[in-house]
């Protein structure tokens, strides 16, 4: 890492500051969480000026380096985009709702090229309920995102070249292994991220303006090695999914990622965690597929262990089970990662589900007393 990478890292993390501080209300970022809130308690009312400051912050902050994805803020300008036109026609609350909703999947498909996991991403993680006047212009404005992105060129894809059409039966077990691994990853950083926020906002004494440039200079020191855990790492996570990076160095990216991931976010950098959560999954599903490799066993392929990783690590994290499955498989363009993305997905909520845990996303809510699921625990 050279001189200008931390003078990049800290110089734009204090524009970051400057711009949260002037432009965001209360001064403080807002993620995916607050959507979910303002769909629920302010009848999907977003404010315009609100989307276009967390795009720009979020820009500034991925450019910059933080590791932070680019989906979450896509979702929320795409939720502001929604209720936004809502305000100008002066459509009704519900309307208003629905086309907030409509917005929300339009992004999520122009991002990934996958119209059916957002329609779904929406009635399961946001909505939690379905209704047929909701359904049909979140589906339309899902499948005209997807058009456009791919007519643009702008959306993440996964090469299926790699991709085998068939699985070995045994393989099952390791799939619910990396289920199971990252389902204990997940937890740990939906328990790390808010933890950090708190620590970050109490224990350090400096004016929240100059916090992200305070966490830039600590990014560059904890990325001196390894700038790949920097930005958007698509790059990387493709090449994860391709087979072409080391065991070491897979469990050596994990846990910077990690620990980036919640330094950047706490400090006061904007963006989402779908991306950390997509590098993060494959990381990890490639290591566990390399060390089944090097202990002599065949396996059909290293990129179904990482997509399966993939998975099931936002499943862990967002919540969106049956999103994150059929998102994959859009991305993929192929069917043969349906069942182990299924079975990891499910290995991942076993453990999820058994110790009582919730998403990144309710625990968000659940913070700010704004949580209007019902969450059932297991006996």
């Known amino acids: 890492l050279i001189l200008y990478d931390v003078i990049s890292l800290s110089g734009m993390g ?5 711009l949260t501080y002037y432009l965001m209300p209360n001064r403080a970022n807002r993620g995916l969480s607050h959507i979910i809130e303002d769909i629920h308690f302010n009848h999907g009312q977003t404010g315009a000026k609100e989307g276009f ?37 002066k459509l009704q609350e519900q309307e208003k709702l629905t086309l907030a909703c409509a917005g929300i999947a ?38 005209a995102g997807s058009e456009l992105a791919q007519f643009l060129g702008v959306n993440f894809s996964i090469p299926s070249g790699a991709i085998p059409d068939s699985v070995n039966a045994y393989e099952f077990l390791f799939f619910g292994i990396v289920g199971l691994a990252c389902g204990v990853v997940s937890i740990a950083f939906n328990h790390a991220l808010p933890k950090g926020v708190a ?80 590098f993060m999954g494959a990381l990890l599903g490639a290591a566990i597929g390399l060390s089944i490799e090097q202990a002599g066993i065949t396996i059909s392929s290293i990129s179904l262990y990482a997509i399966a990783g993939m998975g099931a690590m936002v499943a862990g994290v967002v919540g969106a089970v049956m999103a994150a499955i059929i998102g994959l498989i859009e991305m993929t363009g192929k069917l043969s990662p349906s069942l182990p ?32 699921f019902v969450e059932i625990k297991p006996h």
């Open 14 to 18: 204090l524009v970051v500051g400057l």
């Open 53 to 89: 400051a967390v795009g720009l912050i979020s820009a500034v902050s991925i450019g910059a380096g933080a590791s932070v994805g680019r989906y979450g803020p896509a979702v929320h300008m795409g939720a502001a985009a929604g209720s936004g036109v809502g305000s100008l026609f």
């Open 106 to 143: 339009a992004a999520i498909a122009a991002s990934f090229s996958a119209p059916l996991a957002a329609v779904i991403f929406v009635q399961e993680v946001v909505l939690r309920q379905w209704r047929l006047y909701q359904f049909i212009p979140v589906a339309a404005a899902a499948v």
């Open 199 to 278: 620590l970050v906002a109490a224990k350090v004494k400096i004016d929240n303006r100059l916090k992200p440039a305070l966490g830039g200079l600590i990014l560059a020191a904890l990325c001196f090695y390894y700038p790949q855990v920097l930005g958007l790492s698509g790059f990387e996570t493709q090449q994860a999914i391709a087979g072409n990076t080391a065991l070491q160095l897979c469990l050596i990216l994990l846990v910077l990622k990690f620990i980036a991931t919640i330094t950047s976010l706490s400090f006061g950098f904007n963006g989402g965690v779908f991306g950390p959560c997509l």
């Open 341 to 372: 993305l299924l079975f990891s997905v499910t290995c991942t909520y076993v453990i999820i589900y058994l110790f009582s845990q919730s998403s990144l996303l309710v625990r968000q809510l659940n913070g700010r007393g704004k949580n209007p």
